[in-house]
């Protein structure tokens, strides 16, 4: 049977003929395969009729239904083929989706998270402090009866990711310390959506804790005069007292303390300057040196005379040690020394200045406004209390401290004391008063109170 040279099975008109050797007449059908429009090699079949068959007419007949039994069979067989071939493509596809399956398991919310910190490590597009303070954060996701640190990355929903958070904030865990590891999450799943891994992020529908800001537990002026008479008293200040001073005299931060260099610091009798340039900081490695926070805290500092006596004690010490150990203490050697470190070389990590402090807060009985032992940070918030209970400028103040914005300054400080408060009563007090300093009354109303 003649056909189209398509793909699949064509089959020729057939043709009989009677065989004398077997005294019967034979069916002859050939057939070739097309595959991509190209016609494979001929095949010829044969059947031989019955005995009966007597005449050509006959074995017509019978040729017709061999090449339909034949046509028939090649159906069948194709039929055949093609469930062969969707069964076994649905059996691939189960595989996989039970490899997908499994792979998803296997990717944890903990694991997906490590690896994504790793990725910001290696990339070094955050600091590394930032990259310690996210394998923190990441800690708190196994913690409790609702870590999502276990469950695979795919499968969490908005419902436990809200419990999680919960069940932190009802441990009693601050808000800072439950919006940091929230936070992370969010971003995380944040970035498993932009780059196509997931199809939503869970932490849409989830409220975080809402940030409470302690009041600073800075010192007040009689705890600051003690601290400073301990400052002065010290003819050879050790590391943590001069950065002890540098934040209660200048407000430095503690990276900062452990960043300044000799060459950033000009001394005169009157007090000097000192510049901000780098800070330390510490990651899973140790401390390093980094940029200043922000770009605002690249700054030049007055140094006061409390200040100026403690630094140059600090730099006598440095440059008698350094002689009696026969190794120079020229300007040039000790311009490349950090003031806060140790005279060999070398910076002091701010994690064991922080240590330090709180030993020696401990021995000169310190309490902050708050009723805690002050941390080393607290130094910081003291010279700003301090600096704008006194009248100080805000914004000299927030230059200072290298604050990013003067409102950054106010919302943190402002309201710190209770002598602030009572002087700001006073000042507008003074400011409305009349004649003879008494308050100025508002008219009345013809027949009715004052308005």
Not at 32 to 50: I, L, N, S
Not at 75 to 85: E, G, L, P, S, V
Not at 189 to 203: E, M, Q, S, T, W
Request: net charge positive; charged share 25%.
């Amino acid at each position: 049977m003649a056909g189209t040279e398509s793909d699949g099975r064509h089959w020729s008109n057939g043709f009989v003929r009677y065989r004398e050797d077997r005294g019967r007449w034979c069916c002859y059908v050939k057939w070739h395969d097309v595959r991509d429009g190209k016609a494979g090699p001929a095949h010829q079949v044969a059947r031989m009729c019955k005995e009966t068959v007597t005449t050509e007419t006959g074995a017509g007949r019978v040729l017709a239904d061999f090449k339909q039994e034949l046509a028939d069979e090649y159906d069948r067989q194709r039929a055949r083929a093609r469930a062969d071939a969707e069964r076994r493509a649905e059996r691939a596809r189960q595989d996989a989706e039970r490899a997908r399956q499994a792979a998803e398991d296997a990717l944890t919310v903990e694991r997906y998270v490590s690896e994504y910190v790793d990725t910001l490590e290696a990339s070094e597009s955050v600091e590394p402090s930032t990259v310690r303070g996210y394998r923190q954060a990441a800690r708190y996701m196994l913690h409790g009866e609702n870590a999502i640190g276990l469950v695979p990355l795919a499968r969490l929903d908005s419902d436990l990711a809200q419990r999680w958070v919960n069940e932190l904030t009802a441990e009693g865990l601050s808000s800072s310390t439950v919006g940091k590891a929230y936070r992370l999450a969010n971003q995380v799943y944040k970035h498993a959506v932009a780059i196509g891994k997931l199809d939503r992020n869970p932490f849409d529908a989830v409220r975080p804790p809402k940030r409470k800001n302690a009041d600073p537990n800075a010192l007040d002026a009689p705890q600051a005069a003690r601290l400073t008479d301990a400052l002065l008293a010290a003819t050879d200040p050790s590391p943590v007292m001069v950065a002890a001073a540098l934040a209660l005299f200048a407000g430095l931060r503690e990276g900062e303390c452990c960043g300044l260099q000799w060459d950033d610091v000009m001394l005169t009798p009157d007090g000097g300057a000192m510049r901000v340039r780098r800070a330390i900081g510490n990651g899973d490695a140790g401390a390093y040196a980094k940029e200043p926070k922000t770009p605002q805290s690249r700054r030049t500092i007055p140094v006061s005379p409390q200040l100026s006596r403690v630094l140059a004690a600090r730099r006598a010490s440095m440059e008698g040690a350094r002689r009696a150990a026969g190794v120079p203490a020229d300007p040039a050697t000790m311009a490349a020394l950090f003031v806060c470190g140790p005279f060999t070389g070398g910076f002091s990590d701010p994690w064991q200045i922080g240590r330090a402090w709180h030993q020696v807060a401990r021995a000169l009985s310190l309490k902050g406004t708050q009723g805690r032992v002050p941390t080393f940070h607290d130094l910081r918030h003291t010279y700003a209390t301090l600096a704008i209970a006194g009248g100080a400028d805000v914004r000299s103040v927030s230059a200072v401290m290298g604050h990013s914005n003067v409102a950054m300054t106010l919302n943190t400080y402002a309201d710190a004391t209770p002598e602030g408060k009572a002087r700001a009563v006073e000042v507008v007090s003074q400011a409305v008063a009349g004649r003879g300093g008494e308050l100025v009354e508002f008219p009345r109303a013809a027949g009715g109170d004052a308005r």
